[in-house]
């Protein structure tokens, strides 16, 4: 079984940045993805990583202002998020594709965290 713990999540003005950390139980190879769900939107991808750290990939509407990336030490993934504005508010998951697949679809992702709130206020 894999656990996935989210933080990083808050208040933040347009313009400014955060930091989400997903903690990572377990020792297996994965791709992990960071998706968000804004309300009354279904949950979209974000951003994805295979374990090797090397390989990445984004959804159009945050190339350039997010970066993922991975502490193999910490077992933890990062989403660094800049230049936030107002319509990147929702809720973001982390999640574990146990196939290292470098998916961009929901479906392939077995584990999920319990997501953490980003409200970015204009």
């Known amino acids: 079984q894999v656990q996935l713990v989210e933080s990083g999540g808050g208040l933040v003005q347009a313009g400014g940045s955060l930091r989400l950390s997903c903690a990572v139980s377990?020792?297996?190879?994965?791709?992990m993805g960071w998706f968000r769900q804004a309300p009354g939107k279904d949950r979209e991808f974000v951003a994805a990583i295979k374990w090797s750290g090397i390989t990445t990939y984004y959804s159009p509407s945050v190339k350039g202002r997010f970066t993922i990336s991975r502490d193999a030490a910490k077992n933890t993934v990062y989403l660094l998020m800049n230049s936030l504005n107002v319509e990147d508010t929702a809720v973001y998951y982390c999640?574990?594709?146990?196939?290292?697949?470098?998916?961009?679809?929901?479906?392939?992702?077995?584990?999920w965290g319990q997501g953490t709130q980003v409200t970015v206020s204009s």
């Open positions: 999640a574990a594709d146990i196939d290292d697949r470098l998916a961009t679809f929901e479906s392939w992702y077995d584990f």
């Open positions: 377990g020792s297996r190879a994965y791709t």
